[in-house]
């Protein structure tokens, strides 16, 4: 399985961007694709995530209302749209894959993406 992340960027406060996870290798429909993001100094934390089979949506407290997972069957590829950014969403945001969403640890996904820079800053 590879999964390739892109997308992140230098936004300023109250910006938007939008994080695509191209995935390979994987068999879609049978399981979950989450975002993980990882700050300087903290641990990486479950931001988003999406039940490939059904479509079903899971966010994180700090993510909630201002980010929307989406998924293209046909490219394979999960979205994650990041709205009304806020500096401490400034991380290296990571995609991953695990058997279902209703796994939050990042020891419960198995495959990971490279990264990609997410940048809040004026």
């Known amino acids: 399985v590879q999964l390739q992340a892109f997308g992140g960027g230098l936004v300023q406060p109250g910006g938007s961007l939008t994080l695509s996870c191209a995935v390979s290798?994987?068999?879609?429909?049978?399981?979950?694709v989450g975002w993980f993001r990882q700050a300087p100094g903290k641990e990486r934390e479950r931001v988003s995530c999406i039940n490939t089979s059904d479509g079903s949506t899971y966010y994180a407290d700090s993510m909630e209302g201002r980010s929307t997972i989406s998924r293209d069957n046909a490219k394979k590829t999960v979205y994650l749209q990041m709205n009304s950014l806020k500096h401490e969403d400034t991380a290296v945001y990571h995609c991953?894959?695990?058997?279902?969403?209703?796994?939050?640890?990042?020891?419960?996904?198995?495959?990971w993406g490279q990264g990609t820079q997410v940048t809040v800053s004026s």
């Open positions: 290798g994987f068999t879609w429909g049978y399981y979950a």
């Open positions: 991953a894959t695990s058997i279902s969403c209703s796994y939050y640890s990042r020891d419960e996904y198995d495959d």
